[in-house]
């Protein structure tokens, strides 16, 4: 059964660093793409970072603006997020979802990490 | 890209028929998947490469369209199927998503 499961989120300060995590589960991390996709309270989904299979390729949307760093460890099946100089605007959910096929659609997903900035 | 769903909002009755647009600014060829959202849990896959549907997704769901249109069709309605369905293309990078379509019962 492939489970992906985020942790990390939580309420920060506007300009301050959070590092979310995915482990994943029921399928070898080195077999797949991996996303993370955002979604603002009430709001429509914003892609937000993509690492590669062997994580040698990461990409960033482009409000990203050089704040975000993708990156994995394969030894623990995770997935992390690392969130630097966030705003109110960061505020969202943060899914990891997989893209098995490497096509850039995503066949599972996370129950999500709220992240809410604010002071 | 600019990803554009038609309706917002969309009020139907079970065992009714629905057919909902997406709607690209530029062509996509078939990069186009469907995806499903239930009030407070994750998106689901519904169809990818605009017509296949993924694994375990019932047959009352079709996708259709190629290029710059695209629709997404539901059978017969079911009250399981109460949400919002987001389109998404990745035929180019940035990946983008559709507003949604909210389906309420």
């Known amino acids: 059964q492939v489970i992906l499961e985020e942790s990390g989120g939580g309420v920060v300060q506007p300009g301050k660093s959070l590092r979310l995590s995915c482990v994943v589960s029921?399928?070898?991390?080195?077999?797949?793409?991996l996303h993370w996709v955002r979604q603002a309270p009430g709001k429509g989904l914003e892609w937000v970072a993509f690492?590669?299979?062997?994580?040698?390729?990461?990409y960033y949307g482009d409000f990203v603006k050089g704040r975000f760093a993708i990156s994995r460890d394969k030894a623990k099946n995770t997935v992390f997020l690392q969130m630097n100089n966030l705003g109110p605007e960061d505020t969202a959910v943060y899914y990891c979802?997989?893209?098995?096929?490497?096509?850039?659609?995503?066949?599972?997903w996370g129950q999500g990490a709220l992240v809410t900035v604010s002071s | 890209i600019v990803m554009t769903q038609s309706p917002a909002t969309l009020s139907v009755s079970p065992g009714e028929r629905v057919t909902l647009s997406c709607g690209a600014s530029?062509?996509?060829?078939?990069?186009l998947a469907w995806y499903h959202q239930r009030p407070g849990q994750a998106p689901r896959l519904l169809i990818y490469?605009?017509?296949i549907r993924a694994t375990g997704v019932p047959a009352r769901f079709s996708g259709g369209g190629f290029g710059t249109d695209f629709t997404l069709t539901i059978s017969s309605l079911q009250s399981e199927d109460l949400g919002v369905y987001f389109c998404?293309?990745?035929?180019?990078?940035?990946?983008?998503f559709g507003q949604g379509t909210k389906v309420e019962i």
């Open positions: 530029q062509s996509i060829s078939n990069k």
């Open positions: 979802a997989r893209d098995s096929r490497r096509s850039g659609h995503f066949d599972s």
């Open positions: 490469d605009a017509s």
């Open positions: 998404q293309q990745y035929n180019h990078w940035l990946y983008t």
């Open positions: 690492i590669s299979s062997d994580g040698s390729e990461r």
């Open positions: 029921g399928f070898p991390l080195s077999s797949s793409s």
